[in-house]
């Protein structure tokens, strides 16, 4: 009884510091937001400001650095938004000529199944109705999430903002804080520091190479398919490819929707294909060789995780929790010390027979 009395509160205790800290995270969220994205943008960019600060000043390749990326994102969108223009009379067309030979098809589903035109007009009509009364509901959600563009934009500044000092004086941020700390457990703080950012650096850099490959793919899947937007459905598949789990699933199923009603059935299933294959090349080649022994979870706790964010932040918490959880167990897995492991995992059935 007493060693369950003192695991219990011990375990109390470790629930009441995780919960204090969720709670303080969502009151300072966008401030947390800023500083994670700045670390991932850090990670991203170190090694290019590195290459950049072997012949300038620190400040100067970190502007470099900075100005490279932004250019990189800038000419990605200006290509998406370039070739959305250029399709779109010819997709509206397409899209349009697919929509009415899926409501052919659905006239003649199998098992006796049908959906008629009348049965679509009045799901419109009930979609209408719904506005009409919601509508006083609808403009404040809109001016709710007016809101929330100003807290993203705010995010991205001081996202940007973090990033610069992170890649100009990163090491002398650290080194100060470092020298805070009683000297006894420096080496352990630094210690932990080092496997710790090592493991997040690996996993932010090697999630960007997997999603730009799946993009890149995807893109030529697409192309080859004669699919409308493919730069765009690219551009989807690249950044779903940072959700865990359902991201690049999602993405799919669009494309595969876009192929539908372009291009009829045969083509969205061919679309459907191939991108799982990109799935299927991502998580068996890819991922282990980009990413390597740097974030070494099990898929059961990648699933358990993913689940756990969404419910806790959404979307967001699906996207930061597998760098934490990595990160946390990276630091447990060097600090511990390991017992050594058992022998057979097997009971012996004769040890315990009367």
């Known amino acids: 009884m007493r060693k369950s009395a003192g695991w219990s509160w011990r375990i109390l ?46 400040g100067l390749a970190t502007a470099l650095g900075m100005l490279s990326a932004l250019a990189f994102v800038g000419g990605l969108l200006t290509y998406v938004i370039t070739s959305v223009t250029g399709q779109w009379e010819t997709l509206s067309e397409q899209f349009s000529t697919g929509i009415a030979q899926l409501f052919a098809l659905a006239q003649n589903l ?3 199944l049908t959906i008629t035109e009348d ?25 709710a999430g007016a809101g929330s563009v100003f807290e993203v934009f705010a995010a991205l500044a001081l996202a940007i903002f973090s990033t610069v000092f992170f890649l100009a004086r990163g090491a002398d941020m650290w080194k ?33 190479i997997i999603a730009l490959v799946d993009g890149i793919l995807a893109a030529i899947i697409l192309l080859i398919a004669g699919v409308p937007l493919a730069a765009p459905l690219a551009v989807l598949v690249f950044i779903g490819a940072f959700i865990p789990l359902v991201g690049a699933p999602a993405a799919m199923i669009i494309a595969m929707v ?17 991108i799982a294959l990109i799935g299927q090349f991502e998580g068996h080649i890819l991922q282990p060789l980009v990413m390597g022994k740097q974030v070494s979870l099990h898929p059961l706790v990648v699933a358990l995780a993913v689940t756990a964010g969404t419910l806790v932040a959404g979307i967001l918490g699906a996207v ?29 059935t004769k040890a315990v027979e009367p």
Do not use: H
Not at 177 to 188: D, I, S, T
Not at 260 to 268: D, F, I, Q, R, S
């Open 258 to 274: 876009v192929a539908l009603a372009v291009n009829g059935p045969v083509n969205a299933i061919l679309v459907g294909v191939g």
């Open 176 to 208: 100060w804080f470092l020298n805070q700390l009683p000297a006894k457990v420096r080496e352990k703080w630094m210690l932990a520091g080092g496997v710790g950012w090592y493991t997040f650096s690996g996993y932010a850099r090697g999630t960007v």
């Open 110 to 112: 199998p098992f006796g």
């Open 13 to 58: 205790v470790v629930i009441a510091l995780i919960s204090l800290l969720v709670w303080a995270t969502a009151r300072i969220q966008l401030v947390f937001v800023a500083v994670f994205l700045g670390l991932v943008i850090t990670a991203v960019l170190r090694p290019l400001v590195n290459v950049f600060a072997k012949v300038m000043p620190r």
């Open 119 to 143: 049965q679509v007009n009045e799901w419109l009509e009930q979609g209408q109705t719904w506005l009409q009364e919601n509508q006083s509901d609808l403009l404040n959600r809109a001016a």
């Open 320 to 348: 930061i929790v597998i760098p934490i959880v990595a990160v946390i167990w990276a630091v447990y897995a060097k600090l511990r010390t390991l017992d050594p492991p058992m022998e057979d995992m097997e009971p012996d």
